[in-house]
């Protein structure tokens, strides 16, 4: 219970947060610092959030209003479905090459090494683009469209951009893995299940993720916050209409506000919800 109140209050301090940063353009309205107008606009900004569903953006073409719900929650579930579809990729692949890697020799170890180390260092716009190419690049060869490139009208495209958002966290969670249990290999409890005549799968899967895990989790929270900030880009380059593509088109500090509400809530709760499953597999306390 008190670790239950500990993060609701957390989380209420950090969507106050949000909100005062959200007013921050109220600041230099007068050309100059001035506390006055930055109240004003915080004000301005409450009141918008009591009201929701008074919300409205402005198309900047035709600059015609129109309300914000239930066109944002479109927007985000586009976001959330490349987003989490991206992380579980990631994760099952990475498992899965870890299984791999772990089972060939060490000349093909290398070559993944070295495979990994170059694939992760590629800036991600140029991973985007150049999957897009080859897709094209397939299609003008043989006729065949392997998947959509970008969203048209209602046709939004969802598995091609969480494929290419799965990619840098893929080898990420690969290299991080592979790293930390060749760290644990050398500690007396591995040493003593090899004794014990155990399989090498089965003290890796019971007994060292367990402590993989904690540090791969603490590691994980970068690779999240990367993956969202890729998801502008991303949006962009596949014209996918989602919730940070809309943020960029009509930003004003009450769309700010419930768009980065929006992102963090779910985003929180998996924290959570990954805190609370390693808590429960290490028997002890830990925090995000």
Known sequence: MKQLKQSGLEAVLIIIGIILVSATSG??????????TYGQELMAVCRELVEPQHLVYTNPVSHIE???????LKAFMS?????????GLAL???VLLMILYFSVGKRIRKGVEAISFYLASLPDIFVIGS??????????QTGILVVDVASLGENQVI???????????????LGSMVSFLKEEEGLPYVELAKGKGLGRFRIMFIHMMRNVLVSLTY??????WMMLSNLLILEYLFNVFGVTSFLFS????AIFAITSIMLFVPLYLLLKFMQLVITRKIGREMSL
């Open 27 to 36: 600041l230099f309205k007068t050309q100059m610092l001035s506390l006055v």
């Open 131 to 140: 999957l897009q190419m080859l897709v094209i690049w397939f299609f003008k």
């Open 159 to 173: 598995l091609f951009p969480a494929v290419t958002l799965s990619i840098l966290p893929t080898f990420f969670f």
């Open 219 to 224: 590691h994980g929270k970068q690779i999240i």
């Open 79 to 87: 976001s959330a479905r490349i987003f989490f579809l991206a992380i």
């Open 250 to 253: 009509y930003n004003t500090p």
């Open 92 to 94: 099952t692949c990475s």
């Open 66 to 72: 129109r309300p914000l719900f239930p066109i944002i």
